[in-house]
């Protein structure tokens, strides 16, 4: 195998797992109390709608991964769709960057996680748990993706653990939308239109799996099942979720709570929400090391492309890792996280994201005008990225007309 070329090891049911870590993350764990605030009992319609938002978009991955399978995803869908050089590095940078920031501020929230236990010095944990990470990074990507697979099942086992606790209270569901002006605070079509923008954000990260592209077993096929797969999933237990979090506390009560379900578990089983907390920390722990992976797939790629220096695209002979660009990632982010307060970066990264969809829908409508049918490609109908970028330039301008 070349110095230069990663390790095909990944199978569907990995990266799989892998994909429903980059999207579970930490954020439904304090989201849902957000997202309630503004929709009400409205929120589980709101997660659905910033599914099907999302969902465009997947749809417009799918199909590109399957087109062109490389690692730096985006950089290469651009490259190939609009063919503006600059651009192409321009959003393939701003995806990693998104990625090392929000890495090191998932790292930061470690702590708070770890307080609620000990108090330890900030500094001291942040700089071991991303060194630690970045380890686990440089170790392999097999190894990296068993790690995230073991951490997601516990993630999805604390989501059902709450959908259990309170799923007698499903028997107020025939009585939950009787009065439709039950948003929080705002109209009933602004509450939910509200409340998917921030829903949304508990969606991104399936995006992140075209990034390892180059390491996953008949690419062209995998990944496109696994990216829809993925989105199905998560948006079924979300709504769930959302149902028995909406069913069991008052809107106005969970929105001013800042770990709504570990206040679920705690109001309907009366014991310490111990358990829940644990599995917030191993969901930031997850969501850290995904970040890592992908910033670092991308700086490969874009390396590999000729957009930086060669020197990045380098693999370890022993690991099959870019472990240059591993490097380069984890310092940045124990620099960011060590120096850096990120408070505003949900908003942030949504905004960006969405741009970033913008193109990429784009993008694959001008391939699609040029090369409708390749063969051996998994396609969708030209509908779905005309939908998608309508949908994202609409959202982006509906959030700055609600900021103005």
Do not use: C
């Amino acid at each position: 195998m070349s110095s230069e070329e990663l390790s095909r090891s990944l199978s569907l049911p990995m990266v799989t797992l892998y994909g429903m870590g980059t999207i579970l993350g930490a954020g439904i764990y304090v989201l849902i109390g957000e997202v309630a605030g503004v929709a009400g009992a409205w929120a589980p319609l709101a997660f659905l709608v910033a599914a099907v938002l999302a969902g465009f978009s997947a749809f417009a991955y799918a199909e590109l991964s399957s087109r062109y399978p490389k690692s730096a995803g985006e950089a290469v869908y651009l490259q190939e769709g609009i063919g503006w050089r600059w651009l192409s590095m321009l959003v393939g940078l701003m995806v990693a960057s998104v990625g090392i920031l929000s890495s090191a501020t998932i790292a930061k929230g470690f702590v708070g996680y770890l307080h609620v236990f000990v108090q330890v010095p900030e500094p001291l944990v942040t700089s071991m748990l991303v060194v630690i990470l970045g380890l686990i990074a440089w170790w392999g990507i097999r190894e990296s993706v068993l790690v995230i697979g073991l951490f997601t099942l516990i993630e999805v086992f604390g989501l059902l653990l709450i959908i259990w606790v309170g799923w007698d209270s499903m028997d107020r569901l025939p009585t939950l939308w009787s009065d439709t002006s039950s948003t929080g605070g705002e109209g009933y079509l602004t509450g939910v239109l509200l409340g998917a923008f921030l829903a949304f954000y508990a969606f991104i990260g399936f995006e992140d799996m075209v990034n390892v592209a180059e390491e996953v077993k008949h690419a062209r096929r995998t990944l496109p099942l696994a990216i829809i797969l993925v989105l199905v999933l998560t948006t079924l237990l979300y709504i769930v979720v959302a149902l028995v979090a909406v069913l069991a506390v008052p809107a106005a009560e969970l929105s001013g709570k800042e770990a709504p379900l570990a206040y679920i578990y705690e109001l309907n089983t009366g014991r310490s929400p111990v358990v829940i907390t644990l599995i917030g920390m191993f969901a930031v722990v997850n969501g850290a090391l995904i970040q890592i992976i992908m910033a670092s797939r991308i700086l490969y790629g874009m390396s590999r492309q000729g957009w930086l220096p060669a020197t990045i695209s380098r693999v370890h002979p022993a690991t099959q890792t870019p472990h240059i660009a591993t490097l380069m990632v984890t310092l940045a982010i124990l620099a960011f996280a060590l120096l850096l307060p990120l408070l505003t970066l949900a908003n942030i990264t949504s905004l960006i994201t969405l741009l970033i969809f913008s193109f990429i829908n784009l993008a694959l409508i001008r391939i699609k005008l040029r090369d409708a049918r390749p063969a051996g490609v998994i396609v969708y109908p030209l509908w779905i990225p005309v939908a998608g970028l309508i949908a994202n330039l609409t959202f982006i301008s509906y959030q700055f007309y609600e900021r103005v």
